[in-house]
């Protein structure tokens, strides 16, 4: 991949990881960090990228800079903190909701249907079976509508 | 019911601000060519995946001699470890109850991001293949076609499963560590080499050499037929090194 193909692609896909990212750290500065440091990284490694598993890869290497980010920093931010952050979401109750699921619960719903991601791309992204996050997601589905005290229709 | 669409899922987080934006255009427009170290690395390593299909069945013994597999991983520009090559020890499988998945252990490290374990994993048959269950779109757009009229991503470009079982059996399988962890996956023609990172790690219990129970659930997915099986890794005395750089 050459360099203008890889930088149109990376701005196209931003909005994404970055909301990703937010969706992981609950963190404005600390998503900013990582979809900075993951652009550069996914440049590194851009030679070992499939041809149409570009955006699952990109993917795998910002949710590794958000856990480097987690760990490195070594704190684990409660839900309650990101009440904080300028940025109020109309719906703060099913915000709340999902920064209260496990993220190995609530990275699968948000690739799948915040980000339209295919149940395969998640799954690469994720590094996990496909089994694995089919049973994560309805692990996820479950678990959200009982925080929610409502069925949920996903559409 | 709640209903819950794309758009309003996005709404819950901040778009992306122009600071970030800034930040972003300043690291690409930025980017360094490529180093000519990293695809040496990469060399390095098809190296290295040749000898390890060349001794297949003596993975053992070579994994005592051959640590190409996780310095070019870790070493690689996607982790961008300092890997201390000193420290990667030989595991060795001392169970393994499956009679569907030949397993040969290869390396092990452990870093501050945890303890990374290099595996090869290949049916046991000869009339099987197998599959990592997301090289197949299971899911999404292709979730309702009979499995052979399913794409497989395993190589330049998808083939069918049918054009590429050609009559063999598809095995999919899933190693549990019993702990979180992340895994990467590298095909060759005889199987699939995983790379695992066990993130919760007994520390005490690494440094002094310790066994490490993991499952296996293995699916065959022309009969539904699945097997659960056990392993068993032990580990020498481990060091813990730095993470990335």
Same mark, same amino acid.
């Given at each position: 991949?050459?360099?203008?193909?890889f930088?149109?692609? $990376?701005?196209?896909?931003?909005?994404g990881?970055?909301? !990703?990212?937010?969706?992981?750290?609950?963190? =404005? =500065?600390? =998503?900013?960090?990582?979809?900075?440091?993951?652009? !550069?990284?996914?440049?590194?490694a851009?030679?070992?990228?499939?041809?149409?598993?570009?955006?699952a890869?990109?993917?795998?290497?910002?949710?590794?800079?958000?856990?480097?980010?987690?760990?490195?920093?070594?704190?684990?931010?409660?839900?309650?903190?990101?009440?904080?952050?300028?940025?109020?979401?109309?719906?703060?109750?099913?915000?709340?909701?999902?920064?209260?699921?496990?993220?190995?619960?609530?990275?699968?719903?948000?690739?799948? $249907?915040?980000?339209? $991601?295919?149940?395969?791309?998640?799954?690469?992204?994720?590094?996990?079976?496909?089994?694995?996050?089919?049973?994560? !997601? !309805?692990?996820?589905?479950?678990?959200?509508?009982?925080?929610?005290?409502?069925?949920?229709?996903?559409? | 019911?709640?209903?819950?669409?794309a758009?309003?899922?996005?709404?819950?987080?901040?778009p992306?601000?122009?600071?970030?934006?800034?930040?972003?255009?300043?690291?690409?427009?930025a980017?360094?060519?490529?180093?000519?170290?990293?695809?040496?690395?990469?060399?390095?390593?098809?190296?290295?995946l040749a000898?390890?299909?060349?001794?297949l069945?003596?993975?053992?013994?070579?994994?005592?001699?051959?640590?190409?597999? *996780?310095?070019?991983? #870790? +070493?690689?520009?996607?982790?961008?470890?300092?890997?201390?090559?000193?420290a990667?020890?030989?595991?060795?499988?001392?169970?393994?109850?499956?009679?569907? #998945?030949?397993?040969?252990?290869?390396?092990?490290?452990?870093?501050?991001?945890?303890?990374?374990?290099?595996?090869?994993?290949?049916?046991?048959?000869?009339?099987q293949? *197998?599959?990592?269950?997301?090289?197949? /779109?299971?899911?999404?757009e292709?979730?309702?076609?009979?499995? /052979?009229?399913?794409?497989l991503?395993?190589?330049?470009?998808?083939?069918?499963?049918?054009e590429?079982?050609? +009559?063999?059996?598809?095995?999919?399988f899933e *190693?549990?560590?019993?702990?979180e962890?992340w895994?990467?996956?590298?095909?060759d023609?005889?199987?699939?080499?995983?790379?695992?990172?066990?993130?919760?790690?007994?520390?005490?219990?690494?440094?002094?050499?310790t066994?490490?129970?993991?499952?296996?659930?293995?699916?065959?997915?022309?009969?539904?037929?699945?097997?659960?099986?056990?392993?068993?890794?032990?580990l020498?005395?481990?060091?813990?090194?730095?993470?990335?750089k």
């Open positions: 991949m050459d360099k203008t193909t930088e149109q692609l $990376y701005r196209e896909l931003l909005p990881f970055y909301r !990703l990212a937010q969706g992981m750290l609950r963190n =404005a =500065a600390d =998503a900013q960090d990582a979809v900075q440091q993951a652009a !550069l990284k996914a440049w590194q851009a030679n070992g990228i499939k041809l149409g598993g570009e955006r890869y990109m993917t795998r290497i910002v949710i590794n800079e958000c856990r480097n980010i987690q760990r490195h920093r070594m704190r684990v931010i409660p839900v309650e903190e990101f009440r904080e952050e300028p940025y109020i979401p109309k719906d703060r109750e099913l915000r709340r909701a999902i920064d209260g699921l496990p993220e190995r619960l609530r990275l699968p719903l948000l690739l799948k $249907y915040m980000e339209g $991601y295919s149940e395969k791309e998640a799954a690469a992204a994720l590094g996990i079976t496909l089994p694995a996050l089919k049973g994560r !997601l !309805l692990r996820a589905r479950r678990q959200l509508a009982k925080e929610l005290k409502e069925e949920v229709e996903w559409i | 019911m709640k209903r819950i669409s758009d309003g899922l996005r709404q819950l987080y901040a992306v601000s122009q600071e970030t934006e800034q930040g972003v255009d300043r690291v690409l427009s980017l360094p060519e490529r180093k000519e170290k990293y695809g040496m690395k990469k060399k390095m390593f098809t190296v290295a000898a390890a299909l060349l001794a069945t003596t993975v053992t013994a070579l994994a005592a001699t051959n640590w190409e597999r *996780i310095s070019a991983f #870790l +070493g690689g520009a996607v982790a961008n470890f300092d890997v201390n090559e000193e990667i020890v030989a595991p060795t499988l001392t169970e393994n109850t499956s009679q569907w #998945l030949h397993i040969a252990l290869e390396e092990a490290y452990w870093s501050e991001e945890g303890l990374h374990l290099t595996m090869h994993v290949a049916p046991a048959a000869d009339k293949l *197998i599959v990592t269950a997301y090289e197949i /779109d299971g899911g999404g292709e979730e309702d076609l009979p499995l /052979d009229e399913k794409h991503f395993i190589g330049d470009a998808p083939v069918t499963v049918g590429w079982r050609q +009559g063999r059996e598809i095995l999919t *190693i549990d560590p019993g702990c962890c895994s990467w996956y590298l095909r023609e005889a199987g699939e080499d995983i790379i695992l990172t066990l993130l919760d790690v007994d520390e005490k219990a690494l440094a002094a050499g066994e490490l129970p993991m499952k296996v659930a293995v699916t065959n997915l022309m009969t539904g037929d699945r097997e659960d099986a056990s392993l068993m890794v032990s020498p005395p481990m060091t813990r090194q730095p993470g990335r």
